[in-house]
């Protein structure tokens, strides 16, 4: 699975990125992970998002749990689906669903390390693994 998250921001805070990145390291062995920041929606690679499942992460988004979200990892894998892109951001009209982290309002730069997170999680959950917190 290729997972690409894409967040529209001027920027995000460095410790946010640092945070990103330890997930991105620990997803490694299960998927090809990477993170993209758009300053605004108009300079996303709309081209190359055509191929991709795209899943908008809003507080307006469905809610689902740790356990549901793993299973619509595996559900995608089991359809082909292997390129899954994160748009993280308002604004954003290209998507083929729409989920939330939190119907709280929060930085960009939380809200994609919280999905690292639960990225994570999932491939744990999928693999019967311990997740130790």
């Not at 979200?69 to 308002?90: H, P, Q, R, V, Y």
């Not at 669903?97 to 960009?108: A, N, R």
């Not at 919280?114 to 997740?131: F, G, M, S, T, V």
Request: charged share 30%; aromatic share 12%.
């Amino acid at each position: 699975m290729n997972y690409k998250f894409f967040i529209i921001a001027k920027k995000i805070e460095p410790f946010y990125q640092e945070a990103i990145e330890e997930y991105f390291k620990r997803l490694q062995r299960f998927c090809s992970v990477s993170l993209s920041i758009c300053k605004n929606s108009k300079k996303l690679p709309v081209k190359d998002l055509e191929k991709s499942y795209k899943i908008l992460i809003t507080p307006q988004g469905k809610t689902i749990s740790s356990e549901k979200f793993a299973l619509k990892i595996k559900d995608l894998e089991m359809k082909s689906i292997t390129d899954i892109t994160f748009l993280i951001g308002e604004e954003i009209e290209i998507f083929d669903e729409i989920l939330t982290i939190s119907q709280m309002k929060m930085s960009k730069g939380l809200t994609a390390t919280l999905l690292a997170e639960q990225l994570y999680r999932a491939y744990k959950i999928l693999r019967n693994e311990p997740y130790h917190k």
